[in-house]
């Protein structure tokens, strides 16, 4: 039997969670367990505190409330930026229910949100007030059991050096055959600090570190960016799944980087 | 056992259903309310055909928790026609062909009430992307997509009402 | 709004106007109910007490079970019955056996031996369906895993291991004789010998779910008067109905099976899996019980189209005729035969296209392999080999230069034409839909094909059967026993000097459901016919017999019947021949059975072939009106459907 506990203050379901027991956000996931009888969990805790559903402009950095839906992300002024990737997030009734904090455990080819999130220097705080690097906290996420109060992420200065490109198979609404996230700050024509990630490649939405120190001080033309995309090509060991196999995805992965960095539209 | 007590409005009435722990909104409502009109296809979120309305939003029903809807609002199919008259999406997916099996309509329908609702102009991309998240395998959409456009104009024209059941 | 265009210029004179209801739109009957969420689907009805039906399914491709545990299943909370094999009145069935075609293979539950990934071992009955679910997952299963394969061509190899009891040397027995369906029509050996070119190609598909919005299920519910009603998303109602009682062992008289409503079937609804094990768990437990799929079982063991893979093998002229076509096929059925061997017939009627080529060959096989069995899907046995053909097509266009929609005009099939499997050619269009595809797609075509017509230079020549050459390669076992290296058609054919057959091959699975018009209980002929000491009569596929061209062939005699010959010899106590469940000599009035099957005739026979046995026809062509009950025919059916 299944029991529901709400709780009124994220501390309070915090800390009523156990081993026996589920934080539920936005549902998709943890109810789809539950209709495939897939659940490990007796007891679905669920917290209605209004700070998780709140977005807030923090000097450079922007918090996001874990309960925070691709929706509500669309319609905030603050986060146009994010726009093009929250609206790639399923259909309007997934937008109006995924959340932010849902979108970290989404097991692959989902989550292209957190591909995202994880070129903006994303940061996720925790109920019990711990913070992780998000990068860090997903390839952790299997045997995690607390509640994700929210996410930080920086803001870009220009909105423009924030990419975005997912390959779906359909259209308008597709699962991911990769999604590539990128915040490219240059000076004087020369990169600085560039960030790459790349969801449905891994079993986690992933950094490409080795993309990203190619591209250091690099131009964004043809010769600049031809060592990135042969970096991008061996750094993956993407999984096989009905989309796409391993090989197809690491074949398509440079000319899909190729078209995000010279920004030659979506190819998909 | 223990049962959890929901009440709710449903199509603007006040309804209350008894659930079991975990129990999602699509048993709720077809299993407590009795209304049949949203169909299970996934489970999942990846079909789109129980999606009804929560205070106006499309939501999938078989992702949600039946314990959260207290207290709101739930609009579904059943509740679309005005009285005796059909909604001119009704009207429009019968004169165009945009039902087949039938299977999709009740969920497609909601998602594009949605849509014409906050939107009364939309174009022809708009409601595809309203309509993205609802899988049809019969009519290859454009039946569909057409038929919601002829309701937005039907709607924006004065006393355009569908016809009576 | 619609994009349907009626092209009236086409074959005016064959289609009356002024109808009142064809060629008219119509308001679809159930639309209204469709739009106001008040059609009732299957799942649409509430009972009380409904207990919820989930499966213990087979993790493994191929395995021995050893021994499975329930004791922990059966005390967890709302399980209130574990249905196994042995509740199951008559654990094996294969779905044509309705139609008297193939032998029954399949178990409804297995606990002896899984041969695909998903295969239902066992039930569990409980209160809510998340009950049912966790219950199953509690069953200890003990495999004992067996070598598998997965690949067509790997099962036809020696040592492939046995997928299928029933039939172990991996493939459909085709009318007792071959483990293929053979075509043979002219001789393509010479062709290819005399031709300007070869082109080959090879084809593969994947299977392919249906995928309809509506997952597989039904609803059971036991009624007065010891009858049990079905609510059920089955697209055969009737068939489902008559799979049930036989699996169930009861008359149809106590099924009330309620359906019509079907959300989205395209052929996946007809396997019958969900309404026997409902009505089942209904009986076991006096209460209604509903066993529907989920997403998931939908797609891992819900039966796709199957996956094929086809050989084409063309000899082209420079001038871009086709003059020979040779295909090798094989149907994936996975474990079992469910509707593949019917799905192979239907392919081989189709050979070679909507094209005229005088001389071709096929040999077309239904696999077993441990992958999930096949079902139908629209236009199933038809659509893999069409794209094969059309994809082959466009590689000829390319090997002679030509523009790929001229060489399909110039090779395109009219009205008159013999197509391959012995039925005249009519009511053909490719001509008129080339040249619409071509004006609509702005793709110019020489005014000589604009021209064309499928009305015209039809027949005549081409309503021949050409003098065929024939084999006998691919006997039942043949294989198995490494005796045969090749799938493809034999290269050492020779010419029949029988006359030619007319025998339309296919008759009697032209359209699924319809009788055949032979005798039904050709299995049991089986050991009849290995034991008999002379090969016995030509198998249907490959009789000739000359029929001299018409002059005006019309589509209700495509081709003149000669004159029933007398048997030489009518030997009263002769051993049941061979004779395919397709064959109805054509020209025979169904209802006037002959004595002999036409191609034992004397006359014509050669002193140097091989006599076979005189023989009489062990059961000549029946009544083939429609309801008429025949031997060995299912109880549970009757009437006629087309499809």
């Known amino acids: 039997m299944i029991t529901v506990e709400t709780y009124a203050d994220i501390n309070q379901a915090s800390a009523a969670l156990g081993a026996d027991s589920i934080y539920l956000g936005g549902g998709t996931l943890v109810m789809r367990a539950l209709n495939y009888g897939e659940q490990n969990f007796s007891r679905i805790v669920r917290s209605t505190d209004p700070s998780l559903t709140q977005i807030t402009m923090q000097g450079d950095r922007i918090q996001i409330g874990a309960a925070v839906t691709m929706a509500s992300i669309l319609a905030h002024p603050d986060l146009a930026f994010l726009a093009p990737v929250a609206r790639q997030v399923g259909g309007p009734a997934v937008r109006n229910m995924a959340s932010v904090g849902g979108n970290l455990f989404a097991e692959h080819p989902y ?56 390959i779906s198979r359909t259209k308008p609404k597709g699962v991911s055959v990769m999604s590539i996230a990128a915040w490219l700050p240059a000076m004087a024509g020369r990169l600085q600090n560039p960030r790459i990630a790349l969801g449905a490649m891994a079993d986690t939405p992933m950094r490409a570190k080795a993309v990203e120190q190619t591209l250091e001080g690099a131009t964004m033309d043809t010769a600049g960016i031809q060592n990135a995309l042969t970096a991008i090509a061996s750094q993956f060991n993407p999984p096989d799944d009905a989309l796409a196999s391993s090989w197809y995805r690491q074949q398509v992965a440079p000319i899909h980087l190729r078209r995000l960095l010279l920004n030659e539209g979506a190819g998909s | 056992m223990s049962k959890t007590p929901v009440s709710f409005t449903l199509n603007g009435r006040d309804t209350g259903v008894f659930v079991d722990g975990g129990a999602n909104l699509l048993d709720a409502l077809r299993r407590g309310a009795g209304d049949l009109s949203p169909k299970y296809g996934c489970g999942q979120g990846t079909c789109g055909t129980c999606t009804v309305l929560i205070d106006g939003e499309p939501h999938l029903s078989c992702l949600t928790l039946a314990e959260t809807v207290e207290g709101r609002s739930i609009s579904t199919t059943s509740g679309l026609q005005q009285g005796a008259q059909l909604h001119p999406l009704q009207q429009a997916f019968i004169d165009g062909f945009a039902a087949q099996c039938g299977y999709c309509s009740a969920g497609m329908l909601v998602a594009a009430k949605a849509l014409l609702d906050t939107n009364p102009s939309p174009s022809r991309d708009e409601v595809i992307e309203a309509i993205s998240g609802n899988l049809c395998r019969c009519t290859g959409y454009e039946p569909i997509i057409d038929a919601i456009m002829e309701a937005a104009a039907q709607m924006r024209s004065p006393g355009g009402l569908g016809r009576a059941v | 709004m619609s994009s349907v265009e009626l092209r009236k210029e086409f074959f005016a004179d064959e289609r009356p106007e002024g109808l009142n209801e064809i060629g008219q739109p119509k308001i679809r009957q159930d639309i209204l109910g469709h739009v106001t969420g008040r059609s009732e689907f299957y799942d649409d009805h509430l009972y009380e007490g409904l207990l919820h039906m989930s499966i213990v399914r087979s993790t493994e491709h191929h395995a021995r079970i050893r021994n499975i545990d329930v004791s922990q299943a059966e005390t967890m909370p709302g399980v209130v019955r574990i249905v196994r094999a042995a509740d199951v009145p008559v654990n094996l069935n294969t779905l044509l056996g309705m139609i008297g075609f193939g032998r029954d293979d399949e178990a409804l539950l297995q606990e002896k031996r899984v041969a695909y990934k998903g295969e239902a071992i066992l039930a569990v009955l409980a209160e809510s369906e998340l009950q049912a679910r966790n219950a199953c997952k509690a069953v200890r299963v003990d495999y004992e895993p067996l070598p598998h394969v997965l690949d067509v061509e790997e099962a036809l190899k020696p040592e492939a291991p046995v997928v299928n009891d029933e039939y172990p040397n991996n493939t459909f027995d085709y009318h007792d004789l071959y483990d293929h369906q053979k075509l043979r029509f002219g001789d393509v050996n010479k062709a290819f010998a005399e031709c300007d070119h070869v082109v080959e190609g090879e084809y593969s598909m994947s299977p392919i779910e249906q995928a309809p919005l509506e997952t597989c299920g039904a609803i059971a519910v036991p009624e007065t008067n010891d009858r049990y009603r079905c609510h059920t998303c089955s697209q055969g109602l009737f068939f489902s109905l008559g799979t049930t009682a036989k699996l169930l062992d009861m008359p149809s008289s106590r099924l009330h099976f309620i359906g019509g409503t079907v959300g989205g079937g395209f052929g996946g609804k007809v396997d019958s899996l969900n309404e026997p094990m409902a009505v089942l768990g209904s009986m076991l437990t006096g209460r209604p019980v509903k066993f529907t799929w989920d997403r998931a079982e939908e797609m891992q063991v819900g039966a796709p189209r199957g996956a094929e893979k086809w050989r084409i093998r063309d000899g082209v002229m420079n001038d871009g005729r086709i003059v020979a076509r040779e295909f090798t096929g094989f149907f994936d059925s996975g474990a079992y035969t469910r509707l593949s061997s019917y799905a192979v017939i239907k392919g081989t009627a189709h050979l070679p296209g909507p094209y005229s080529i005088p001389n071709v060959s096929s040999n077309v096989y239904c696999v077993y392999t441990n992958r999930t069995p096949a079902t139908a899907m629209r236009g199933f046995g038809i659509t893999g080999v069409d794209f094969a053909i059309e994809c082959h097509m466009d590689k000829v266009a390319e090997k002679v230069g030509m523009n790929p929609i001229e060489l399909r005009m110039l090779n395109a099939y009219r009205d008159g034409d013999m197509k391959p499997h012995r039925r005249l050619a009519k009511n053909t269009a490719l001509l008129e839909c080339c040249q619409v595809a071509a004006e609509k797609g702005q793709w110019a075509i020489g005014s000589q ?84 000491p002379v090969r ?21 005699t495509p081709v003149p019947a000669p004159p029933i010959p007398t048997p030489a010899v009518v030997s009263p106590a002769a051993s049941p021949v061979s004779v395919s469940a397709f064959a109805r000599p054509l020209g025979v009035p169904s209802a006037a059975p002959t004595p002999s099957a036409p191609d034992t005739a004397a006359p014509r026979q050669p002193v140097a072939e091989p006599q076979p046995a005189p023989t009489a026809s062990p059961s000549p062509p029946s009544p083939a009106g429609p309801g008429v009950r025949r031997p060995g025919s299912s109880p549970f059916v009757s009437g006629r459907r087309g499809r």
């Open chain 3, 536 to 556: 016995p009569a030509a198998t249907v596929s490959s009789i000739t017999r000359p029929v001299p061209p018409s002059s005006q062939p019309t589509s209700s």
């Open chain 3, 449 to 532: 094909y604009s021209a064309m017509s499928s009305l015209r230079d039809g027949g005549g020549e081409k309503a021949a059967i050409p003098p065929t050459i024939i084999d006998e390669e691919g006997r039942i076992g043949e294989r198995k026993a490494g005796r045969v290296a090749d799938a493809a058609p034999s290269r050492n054919g020779k010419l029949s000097t029988k006359p030619n057959s007319t025998v339309p091959i296919l008759e009697a699975t032209m359209a699924m459901g319809e009788e055949a018009n032979v005798p039904l209980e050709i299995g049991r002929q089986r050991e009849a016919v290995e034991n008999m």
């Open chain 1, 111 to 166: 989550g292209d949100l957190a591909v995202a999130l994880l070129v903006l220097d994303g940061r996720v705080h925790l109920a019990d007030g711990q913070e992780q690097d998000l990068e860090v906290f997903l390839a952790q996420r299997k045997g995690f059991n607390g509640i994700v109060a929210s996410v930080s992420i920086a803001r870009p200065n220009r909105p423009e050096d924030f990419r975005w490109l997912k």
